[in-house]
């Protein structure tokens, strides 16, 4: 059964601060992973998808990188920006596809100025 | 840009009313997807659609029931309220199987 953990669970650093946000699924059999952000009170916005056959993808300061092998993914966010605050997510799909997604439990990010 | 609507935002209920969640998307998607969220349990899987008059069971498909009349709605209704069901219920849709999700704002369900 696909599990997704994300450590750490909250994380409070100072803007201007480069962070690593990190994501692992027990099975390597994926079709994709995508990173999430939610602001507080409302939905989520996909942020990156990176596909099986690629190893990282990127947008603005944001770099996400995939290894199946080892079921790992780190989010990487440059130059912290207090509006950086948010809970950041990942997600895979259940084996077939379709979406079904199974998602961490998230990381809640502060940036302090 | 509407995107991924979700009505009502917000809503209480006894045990055992029902209610019906609607979801609408005006990006022509043909997969939509209910999620519920609820504290330290990450978001899960109830119910999806993979296309107009379709719909399958997610990970907790149990006292939720769905239907997809229209391509463009996608209907969560919950026949008799349970305080178990107290959470925060998620649309989402996407063009390809594989590809981005498109999420709406959440819909609050509270069951006293």
């Known amino acids: 059964k696909q599990e997704v953990t994300q450590i750490p669970a909250a994380l409070s650093v100072p803007e201007g601060e480069n962070l690593v946000l990190n994501c692992s699924f027990t099975?390597?059999?994926?079709?994709?992973l995508q990173w999430f952000r939610q602001d507080p009170g409302k939905g989520l916005t996909s942020l990156l998808l990176?596909?099986?056959?690629?190893r990282e993808q990127t947008s603005g300061r944001l770099n996400a990188s995939l290894d199946k092998s080892s079921g790992r993914s780190t989010l990487y966010i440059a130059a912290s920006q207090p509006g950086d605050s948010a809970t950041y997510l990942c997600?895979?799909?259940?084996?077939?596809?379709?979406?079904?997604?199974?998602f961490g439990a998230g990381t809640r990010l502060a940036v302090h100025p | 840009n509407a995107g991924v609507t979700q009505t009502p935002k917000f809503r209480v209920l006894k045990t055992g009313q029902s209610m019906t969640l609607l979801c609408a998307q005006d990006?022509?998607?043909?997969?939509m997807y209910w999620y519920r969220q609820d504290p330290g349990m990450g978001l899960r899987l109830i119910h999806y659609?993979?296309?107009?008059?379709?719909?399958a069971k997610g990970e907790v498909p149990d006292g939720y029931n769905v239907s997809r009349l229209k391509k463009q709605n996608f209907l969560l209704g919950l026949e008799s309220a349970a305080p178990s069901q107290t959470s925060v219920y998620f649309c989402?849709?996407?063009?390809?199987?594989?590809?981005?999700?498109?999420f709406g704002e959440g819909s609050r369900l509270t069951v006293l």
């Open positions: 099975d390597s059999a994926i079709y994709n």
């Open positions: 659609s993979v296309g107009e008059g379709t719909t």
């Open positions: 989402a849709s996407s063009y390809l199987n594989t590809g981005e999700l498109f």
């Open positions: 990176i596909q099986s056959s690629q």
């Open positions: 997600a895979v799909p259940l084996s077939g596809g379709y979406n079904k997604l199974i």
């Open positions: 990006m022509n998607h043909e997969y």
